[in-house]
């Protein structure tokens, strides 16, 4: 059982390169999210998806994009990568209630990255 | 608004002593409370939940949290630390648990246990 598989597990990039951070679940969940993990900060929501063509800002979306083309990708892309864009970031996917769903997050392994 | 506090950054605790890990929560409506641990350089896995019923909640490697309506808390606890339960805890809050209303996380609180 793969769960939530993401891609890269490490980047090193250039202020102003751009990038995409790959996620995939293999459990036809349909809700989907990127959160970036900061020293101190906790986790904090970049952009959700509740299903295929639907998705939405979180709490801190600029300078990312995500688009959500089938329910077992959540692509999250960094436009121009900027120094303040170092983080570690998760994928995460749950099932909702609706179809029996307990609400959980399932979570990918990380992807760290770095901006110089 | 929605929010999470876990105002210890560290514990300590000898092994074999119970340990308490700190949660408190604010939330509109009814809340739904969770508990994840963050093992080093690893993503983040889900111990258990509260979602209603009993206050006492049990959940994976031997945790349990206590929900307080009242003090707005739920904190972790675990009867008898191992030394293998070091990590990073996380404690999460989202304001129903149908749909797919945002989860907030507080800023964790990293475990410390001492041989």
């Known amino acids: 059982n793969a769960g939530v598989t993401q891609t890269p597990k490490f980047q090193v990039l250039k202020t102003g390169q751009s990038m995409t951070l790959q996620c995939a679940q293999d459990?036809?969940?349909?809700?989907m999210s990127w959160y970036r993990q900061d020293p101190g900060m906790g986790l904090r929501l970049i952009h959700y998806?509740?299903?295929?063509?639907?998705?939405d800002q979180g709490e801190v979306p600029n300078g990312y994009n995500v688009s959500r083309s089938t329910t077992e990708d959540f692509p999250l892309r960094l436009l121009s990568a900027a120094p303040s864009q170092t983080s570690v970031y998760f994928c995460?996917?749950?099932?909702?209630?609706?179809?029996?769903?307990?609400?959980?997050?399932?979570f990918g392994e990380g992807s760290r990255l770095t901006v110089l | 608004a929605q929010s999470v506090a876990q105002p210890e950054d560290q514990v300590n605790v000898a092994e074999g002593n119970p340990l308490t890990v700190k949660c408190t929560y604010s939330?509109?409506?009814?809340?739904?409370l969770f508990w994840y641990v963050q093992y080093p350089n690893r993503g983040l896995q889900f111990l258990l939940k509260?979602?209603?019923?009993?206050?006492l909640v049990k959940g994976s490697y031997g945790f349990e949290a206590e929900f307080n309506k009242s003090q707005t808390s739920f904190h972790l606890k675990k009867p008898s630390a191992l030394v293998s339960d070091s990590a990073l805890y996380f404690c999460?809050?989202?304001?129903?648990?149908?749909?797919?209303?945002?989860?907030?996380f507080g800023t964790g609180t990293k475990l410390q246990v001492i041989p």
């Open positions: 999460a809050v989202r304001d129903s648990p149908r749909g797919y209303q945002k989860v907030t």
């Open positions: 939330v509109s409506g009814n809340p739904y």
């Open positions: 509260y979602i209603t019923g009993d206050n």
């Open positions: 459990m036809n969940h349909e809700y």
């Open positions: 995460a996917s749950s099932s909702g209630t609706s179809r029996g769903g307990t609400g959980e997050l399932f």
């Open positions: 998806s509740v299903g295929a063509g639907i998705t």
